[in-house]
């Protein structure tokens, strides 16, 4: 719904863009309720989905690594050594934030459940192969639970953000800071990966947030219009 600008004014565009719509004590109260039952579905969801992804892993990709001579398949072998345990924390995780979710909980409290899932699902497996001086790189497990929550918990563009910033400083440090190697890509291209990795992720991110950001933009000017509704 943006209005005319005067000059078509670049900057008078982006200001109405950016300007969301005056949040309600009743869109806050709806938010805090549709927050806590896509969390706790988001949460059901991602037991499932490490369940089947554990299955997979471990009756497929483990034994064709297993066969197979190059050393490439041997060097990438050696980060599943640690999967069983790394599923069992994560599977932990999940379950314990999703016995921790109560009814009436505020939104301060739900914005913690939401970086303790982050924590428990992308978090654990990345810092589990830091302390062994390894960097994983887990693109489709990345891209596919923060989707999840992007399109199941569709609001609070910011807790996404800030969840995103948090993955990639972790896995930065990992890659920047302490120069662990990444086993199964080769030394001479994992630059070129990690830039790769990097540019893909923020555009991946970019949209998702985008996404959020005007789909909740259109819930707050619903509210807005149903309260003028009400007193007219």
Not at 67 to 79: C, K, R
Not at 134 to 141: A, H, V
Not at 184 to 206: D, K, N, R
Request: hydrophobic share 50%; charged share 15%.
């Amino acid at each position: 719904d943006l209005q005319p600008c005067p000059n078509g004014s670049f900057s008078c565009y982006m200001t109405q863009f950016l300007a969301a719509p005056p949040t309600s004590k009743e869109y806050r109260r709806w938010r805090e309720r549709f927050v806590r039952d896509r969390l706790r579905l988001t949460v059901l969801i991602s037991i499932v989905l490490l369940t089947v992804l554990a299955i997979i892993n471990l009756t497929v990709v483990v034994p064709a690594l297993t066969s197979s001579t190059s050393e490439q398949a041997t060097l990438a072998l050696e980060q599943y050594r640690l999967y069983p345990y790394i599923f069992t924390i994560q599977q932990l995780g999940v379950v314990l934030n999703l016995l921790l979710l109560r009814r009436g909980a505020t939104t301060q409290q739900l914005r913690w459940h939401f970086l303790g899932y982050l924590t428990a699902v992308l978090l654990i497996p990345q810092i589990s192969f830091m302390l062994l001086g390894e960097t994983t790189i887990d693109l489709g497990g990345w891209i596919l639970f923060f989707m999840l929550q992007a399109v199941f918990i569709p609001v609070q563009w910011r807790w996404h953000l800030v969840s995103q910033i948090i993955m990639l400083a972790v896995v930065g440090a990992s890659v920047v800071v302490f120069r662990f190697d990444s086993p199964g890509v080769p030394a001479e291209i994992q630059p070129s990966i990690y830039f790769f990795l990097l540019v893909l992720m923020l555009c991946v991110f970019g949209i998702a947030d985008l996404g959020i950001y005007l789909y909740e933009r259109l819930l707050r000017r619903e509210f807005a219009l149903r309260q003028q509704l009400q007193l007219f």
